[in-house]
């Protein structure tokens, strides 16, 4: 691994060079609508491999398979629930990842070493466009390195992968900012949250009814060592900024009045837009809806980093809608050091 790693802009021309890498069998940073990927032709098991190794990434946690019509999950799955029909039928293109059992086509590296697959069909115009010209399907992570915050600009992915992917295409900042929402199906039907995403749990429950979407245990809980997982994701540290991070629950006054009990050099303090006016510590925004948390929280986790921060205080987010998958993120991010105030 030693590129010269290509910044590519989303012109015609521009993906249409993506596209060329991908049919190779190269590794591409791609812009989606939740974060940026790091696509690979999903048959290829050379290609997927070259993204574990980009990535530095567990072997057995599985990659989402990329598509680029509705259609094409007939493809590569044995078996489409109702429910998942239903869902496709709401949002997608879009947020989210849908977990079926996978044809043979799909090889085991792609799906790291499971029976079923992940499928999401995205909606930006960009990763549609390069899922389109390179004629395959593509298994894309987070184009992060492994454990640290998702990249939701082009530049991150940058930092993270200069030197080790050939290319990366630049397609502006994610809209959403956290990764999509995946589920799966129970034996029964029912809709199962392995990750909530911009897709909300009561999205979900909008369309198949309150009783048929379930949360899986580790969306805000942790997992103990050697438990077993819906979800392999769920079992590894993530999203970690290299300051230790505490969640704060409780209100704005004693909020302040825990840091000031607990200051010091490279302690700061990540709140609310809302909350910024005369807090006396040092500080970092990330919004005030969930939407806009979603949207800046991995890019604030990275400036944490930046600023050379220890020891971060967090705003606890909310918990519906949206929020529930700030609060996701964040929990793993701070490693469930959670305090209630
Ligand atoms: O928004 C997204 O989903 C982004 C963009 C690039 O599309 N991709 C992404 O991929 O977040 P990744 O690999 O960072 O996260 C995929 C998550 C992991 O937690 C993985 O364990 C889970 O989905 N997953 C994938 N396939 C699965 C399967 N067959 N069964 C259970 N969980 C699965
Ligand atoms: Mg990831």
Request: hydrophobic share 40%; with cysteine.
């Given at each position: 691994m030693n590129y010269d790693t290509q910044m590519l802009s989303s012109s015609e021309e521009d993906i249409d060079k993506a596209a060329e890498l991908l049919k190779k069998g190269m590794v591409v940073g791609i812009p989606t609508e939740t974060v940026y990927g790091l696509a690979a032709?999903?048959?290829?098991t050379e290609a997927v491999a070259l993204i574990f190794k980009a990535k530095g990434r567990?072997?057995?946690n599985p990659l989402i398979v990329h598509i680029g019509?509705?259609?094409?999950i007939y493809k590569y799955v044995t078996e489409v629930p109702e429910n998942a029909l239903k869902l496709a039928d709401a949002?997608?293109?879009?947020?989210l990842t849908m977990v079926m059992p996978k044809k043979d086509i799909i090889p085991m590296v792609t799906s790291g070493g499971l029976d079923t697959v992940g499928i999401r069909f995205p909606v930006h115009p960009a990763a549609r466009e390069i899922i389109k010209r390179s004629g395959c399907p593509l298994a894309a992570?987070?184009?992060?390195?492994?454990?640290?915050p998702s990249p939701t600009t082009a530049m991150h992915v940058f930092k993270d992968m200069n030197g080790r992917i050939p290319a990366i295409v630049d397609g502006?900042?994610?809209?959403?900012?956290v990764e999509s929402t995946v589920v799966s199906f129970d034996k029964d039907g029912k809709v199962r949250l392995l990750r909530p995403g911009f897709v909300s749990l009561e999205d979900i429950k909008s369309i198949v009814g309150d009783n048929n979407a379930l949360c899986a245990k580790g969306v805000t809980e942790k997992i103990s060592d050697g438990e077993r997982v819906?979800?392999?994701?769920?079992k590894y540290k993530h999203y970690s900024p290299k300051a230790n991070v505490t969640i704060l629950c409780g209100g704005m006054d004693k909020f302040t009045g825990y840091v000031s009990a607990h200051n010091g050099e490279g302690v700061c303090s990540m709140i609310f837009d809302s909350d910024a006016?005369?807090?006396?510590f040092e500080y970092i925004t990330y919004g005030d809806t969930s939407e806009e948390q979603a949207r800046r929280l991995f890019s604030v986790l990275r400036s944490i980093d930046d600023m050379g921060a220890v020891q971060v205080y967090a705003r606890c987010p909310d918990q519906t809608g949206v929020g529930l998958a700030v609060y996701n993120r964040l929990l793993r991010a701070a490693g469930f050091e959670v305090v209630n105030l």
């Amino acid at each position: 691994m030693n590129y010269d790693t290509q910044m590519l802009s989303s012109s015609e021309e521009d993906i249409d060079k993506a596209a060329e890498l991908l049919k190779k069998g190269m590794v591409v940073g791609i812009p989606t609508e939740t974060v940026y990927g790091l696509a690979a032709d999903a048959l290829n098991t050379e290609a997927v491999a070259l993204i574990f190794k980009a990535k530095g990434r567990p072997q057995d946690n599985p990659l989402i398979v990329h598509i680029g019509e509705l259609s094409d999950i007939y493809k590569y799955v044995t078996e489409v629930p109702e429910n998942a029909l239903k869902l496709a039928d709401a949002f997608w293109p879009g947020p989210l990842t849908m977990v079926m059992p996978k044809k043979d086509i799909i090889p085991m590296v792609t799906s790291g070493g499971l029976d079923t697959v992940g499928i999401r069909f995205p909606v930006h115009p960009a990763a549609r466009e390069i899922i389109k010209r390179s004629g395959c399907p593509l298994a894309a992570p987070s184009a992060n390195l492994s454990g640290s915050p998702s990249p939701t600009t082009a530049m991150h992915v940058f930092k993270d992968m200069n030197g080790r992917i050939p290319a990366i295409v630049d397609g502006g900042d994610c809209a959403v900012g956290v990764e999509s929402t995946v589920v799966s199906f129970d034996k029964d039907g029912k809709v199962r949250l392995l990750r909530p995403g911009f897709v909300s749990l009561e999205d979900i429950k909008s369309i198949v009814g309150d009783n048929n979407a379930l949360c899986a245990k580790g969306v805000t809980e942790k997992i103990s060592d050697g438990e077993r997982v819906l979800s392999p994701g769920m079992k590894y540290k993530h999203y970690s900024p290299k300051a230790n991070v505490t969640i704060l629950c409780g209100g704005m006054d004693k909020f302040t009045g825990y840091v000031s009990a607990h200051n010091g050099e490279g302690v700061c303090s990540m709140i609310f837009d809302s909350d910024a006016d005369g807090f006396p510590f040092e500080y970092i925004t990330y919004g005030d809806t969930s939407e806009e948390q979603a949207r800046r929280l991995f890019s604030v986790l990275r400036s944490i980093d930046d600023m050379g921060a220890v020891q971060v205080y967090a705003r606890c987010p909310d918990q519906t809608g949206v929020g529930l998958a700030v609060y996701n993120r964040l929990l793993r991010a701070a490693g469930f050091e959670v305090v209630n105030l």
